[in-house]
């Protein structure tokens, strides 16, 4: 069955970049989008459709997507980034949605 | 502003019932696939079901099926989880999600644009 990868954690210093992937066979293929998730709150959509950000997320969050590797790439990281990001994708041989297990990134 | 919020959770014993209601305002609620995601204490986000605008079509991961049933009520703006036969596994936070689907270029997707502030379940004796 179709699985979605993550590493466990990142960890990034303020201002540098922080890179998150998401592995899936031919993943490519999909469409993935990543969710934020603070402690105790909500997930927020901060990438869709591999590389749209709703309005309201700013331009330092990006994705790309190709081969087995989906990334969500966050640029001058700030300690308000800290949190859980969860990829996501539909998995049309079976109908269902799937979510990778989530990172969490720290700023150190 | 849309607004998703659940309701319904607690504590059951395993084996029990359960429903939850999700009251929707802010967008046409008839518009839009509505979905329910849960996460359990410490874990990451597990797709439940999803129910299409009309709500003619359903559907469930494997491991809610015959088990949990979704429905939606469109004059009334709110999303329901019938939930049986519960396990202590099933113990988790309940969200309620918008799913904005659809199909483009052959490639199919659902994605979540809002959430609600999520509703605790558990099971155990």
């Known amino acids: 069955s179709y699985v979605l990868t993550q590493p466990p954690s990142v960890s990034v210093a303020p201002g540098q970049t922080a890179t998150i992937t998401c592995g899936g066979n031919n993943i490519g293929d999909k469409s993935v989008h990543w969710y934020r998730q603070k402690p105790g709150q909500a997930p927020v959509l901060v990438v869709y459709?591999?590389?749209d950000r709703p309005s309201g997320i700013p331009e330092r969050f990006s994705g790309s997507s190709s081969g087995n590797t989906a990334t969500l790439t966050i640029s001058r990281v700030e300690a308000g980034d800290e949190a859980d990001y969860h990829c996501q994708v539909w998995d049309s041989n079976r109908d269902r949605i799937l979510f990778g297990e989530g990172t969490n990134l720290t700023v150190l | 502003e849309v607004q998703l919020l659940e309701s319904g959770g607690g504590l059951v014993q395993p084996g029990g019932s359960l429903r939850l209601s999700c009251a929707a305002s802010g967008f046409a609620f008839r518009s839009f696939g509505m979905s329910w995601v849960r996460q359990a204490p410490g874990k990451g986000l597990e797709w439940v079901s999803t129910?299409?605008?009309?709500?003619?079509?359903?559907d469930y991961a494997d491991s809610m099926k015959g088990r949990f049933s979704v429905s939606r009520d469109n004059s009334g703006d709110t999303l329901s989880l019938q939930m049986r036969s519960l396990r202590a596994e099933d113990t988790a936070v309940y969200y309620c999600?918008?799913?904005?689907?659809?199909?483009?270029?052959?490639?199919?997707?659902?994605?979540?644009?809002?959430w609600g502030q999520g509703s605790l379940v558990t099971v155990a004796s």
């Open positions: 999600a918008r799913d904005n689907w659809g199909c483009t270029k052959g490639v199919c997707y659902h994605y979540f644009d809002y």
């Open positions: 129910i299409s605008g009309s709500g003619g079509k359903t």
């Open positions: 459709h591999d590389n």
